[in-house]
């Protein structure tokens, strides 16, 4: 995949100023269009108070999650500014601000959005092209893996949050609730003319997957290639993560041992992103902001 610049249009920048301690902390958050083809992919770009170029990070979010993460991406988000560190964060197709179909959000489409959002910034923004690193929570995770494994990688440094890394069979009866018949049914809806199942997650979120979507997924095996990253790699994971469990991060340790595990205790799935365990967030928090700031800066 290759990392060409995007066509752009901003929108209205919004300032937001901030302490942490005696040191008074300023950041710049700014709300972009990235126009990748004619795809529209709504962004939020944040850059640290200070003299560029920064070390900078592209946060990829999980499975309709959008690029809030029920708040918890935006303080993610700060949490890298005040360590110094530029973020982009996008919504894909049919999540947060995007106006797409929710069918138009394969991995292909989801990967090729990412990209486009990572050269929108080196476009736009003062991010340092050599000191760049990529986040990804649960199917962003999915989606950090796949391109760090490319050819062209442009990353120094991965960071996973809660990653989904199973092979794609395994991922599909997930959202099948483990059933084989029921995976079957949602394909051959996939596969009608409508070209889209109809799909009700555990949260109650109604969506659309595309037939591109289930057939992307089958073939995806994001830690068979892994190897071919060679930068330093950081996994958190909750204890009480009933989603992406122990074995998935196992497994991803296993096929990168150089990469680094943090476990956060009381930890289920929201990662404090939806409920409120302040203790949760800030470990989120604190672990991406120290690796990517060790590992960038």
Do not use: C
């Not at 995007?98 to 090729?112: R, V």
């Not at 989606?143 to 794609?168: C, E, F, R």
């Not at 599909?172 to 997650?201: I, N, P, V, W």
């Amino acid at each position: 995949m290759k990392f060409a610049k995007a066509g752009m249009a901003m929108l209205l920048a919004a300032t937001s100023l901030f302490a942490l301690g005696s040191a008074a902390l300023a950041e710049t958050s700014t709300d972009v269009t990235v126009m990748n083809g004619a795809r529209a992919v709504p962004a939020t770009v944040v850059v640290p108070d200070g003299a560029g170029p920064f070390p900078a990070v592209v946060m990829n979010h999980g499975h309709g999650g959008g690029r809030q993460e029920g708040g918890g991406f935006g303080k993610l988000a700060k949490a890298l500014a005040d360590a110094g560190i530029m973020t982009i964060r996008m919504d894909f197709p049919g999540t947060g601000d995007s106006k797409e179909s929710f069918a138009e959000g394969s991995l292909t489409n989801m990967i090729s959005d990412s990209n486009a959002s990572l050269a929108y910034m080196l476009a736009n923004f003062p991010a340092d092209k050599d000191k760049l690193g990529i986040l990804g929570y649960s199917m962003g995770g999915r989606l950090a893996l796949t391109i760090a494994q490319s050819p062209d990688n442009p990353y120094k440094a991965v960071g996973l949050l809660a990653p989904s890394a199973n092979p794609g069979k395994g991922l599909l009866l997930f959202f099948a609730g483990g059933s084989e018949a029921e995976y079957e049914r949602l394909y051959a809806e996939a596969s009608s003319e409508k070209g889209y199942a109809d799909y009700t997650t555990m949260y109650g979120q109604q969506q659309k997957l595309g037939k591109a979507w289930f057939d992307e997924m089958l073939a995806s095996s994001p830690l068979d290639g892994i190897g071919a990253y060679k930068g330093p790699m950081l996994v958190v994971h909750g204890d009480k993560d009933t989603v992406i469990q122990q074995p998935e991060i196992d497994a991803v340790k296993a096929a990168y041992p150089a990469a680094s595990v943090v476990t956060v205790p009381e930890a289920d799935h929201g990662y404090g992103f939806y409920s409120d365990q302040p203790e949760v967030t800030k470990l989120v928090q604190d672990s991406f902001a120290t690796f990517f700031a060790e590992n960038l800066k």
